[in-house]
């Protein structure tokens, strides 16, 4: 099975094994949230290392931003775990080293012989895994820079958001009318799930739908 990687698809709900051997799923992972999905090299790799530097150093604002950051490599488990923690990454790290996924998005870089990694690629994904945006990293200034990020998350945002603008009359209404669930995070989730995703917990991720599929 061969999945378009472009604007407007669905991306397959892929079940990996994160840093700490627990399949999750990508859906699991991001909840009613953006997710930028980073598809790597791998640990050999000085453009992937600077690119996930940069995102690391963004990471708290995408946490109090309500975006989720999910990076997969097809690294073994042991490599993974070493890039995460030389990067201090407080996000998860799925690993594929049957390159499922690299076979099923036919993003193979044939030019590298030796290592047959995934052609790198970050993605932005609306709630649902819906594809809104393709960078192809292959030269190291197809990936998005953090303002470019930033951009693209306040257009997502501001259209997945119903109450983006508070002043709105008609916000204003729903929320007498006790609408909340028209209001984010208010009325969807409980302050202590707001908190614990916030602080990066392992745990926020268990539960039955993280292991869906596998």
Same mark, same amino acid.
């Given at each position: 099975?061969?999945?378009?990687?472009?604007?407007?698809?669905?991306?397959?709900?892929?079940?990996?094994?994160?840093?700490?051997?627990?399949?999750?799923?990508?859906?699991?992972?991001?909840?009613?949230?953006?997710?930028?999905?980073?598809?790597?090299?791998?640990?050999?790799?000085?453009?992937?290392?600077?690119?996930?530097?940069?995102?690391?150093?963004?990471?708290?604002?995408?946490?109090?931003?309500?975006?989720?950051?999910?990076?997969?490599?097809?690294?073994?488990?042991?490599?993974?775990?070493?890039?995460?923690?030389?990067?201090?990454?407080?996000?998860?790290?799925?690993?594929?080293?049957?390159?499922?996924?690299?076979?099923?998005?036919?993003?193979?870089?044939?030019?590298?012989?030796?290592?047959?990694?995934?052609?790198? /690629?970050?993605? @932005?994904? $609306?709630?649902?895994? +819906? #594809? *809104?945006?393709? =960078?192809?990293?292959?030269?190291?200034?197809? &990936?998005?820079?953090?303002?470019?990020? /930033?951009?693209? @998350?306040? $257009?997502?945002?501001? +259209? #997945? *958001?119903?109450? =983006?603008?508070?002043?709105?009359?008609?916000? &204003?209404?729903?929320?007498?009318?006790?609408?909340?669930?028209?209001?984010?995070?208010?009325?969807?989730?409980?302050?202590?799930?707001?908190?614990?995703?916030?602080?990066?917990?392992?745990?926020?991720?268990?539960?039955?739908?993280?292991?869906?599929?596998?």
């Amino acid at each position: 099975m061969t999945v378009k990687l472009e604007a407007g698809q669905v991306l397959p709900d892929y079940v990996l094994p994160d840093h700490t051997k627990t399949a999750r799923a990508l859906s699991a992972l991001q909840g009613d949230d953006p997710m930028l999905l980073v598809l790597i090299r791998g640990f050999f790799c000085a453009k992937d290392r600077e690119q996930l530097k940069a995102l690391t150093r963004f990471h708290p604002q995408l946490v109090v931003g309500n975006c989720r950051l999910v990076v997969v490599t097809t690294d073994d488990w042991h490599t993974t775990n070493n890039l995460r923690q030389q990067l201090g990454a407080h996000y998860p790290f799925l690993y594929d080293e049957q390159k499922r996924v690299r076979d099923e998005l036919d993003i193979l870089e044939y030019t590298d012989t030796q290592h047959e990694p995934m052609i790198p /690629h970050t993605l @932005l994904l $609306a709630p649902g895994l +819906e #594809i *809104r945006k393709v =960078w192809n990293g292959y030269y190291y200034w197809g &990936r998005p820079s953090v303002a470019e990020l /930033h951009g693209e @998350l306040r $257009a997502l945002t501001r +259209e #997945i *958001r119903p109450d =983006w603008d508070l002043r709105d009359p008609q916000v &204003r209404e729903r929320w007498k009318r006790g609408e909340k669930k028209a209001f984010y995070p208010y009325g969807v989730k409980s302050m202590e799930q707001v908190l614990r995703e916030m602080a990066g917990a392992v745990d926020q991720y268990a539960g039955d739908a993280s292991r869906k599929g596998a």
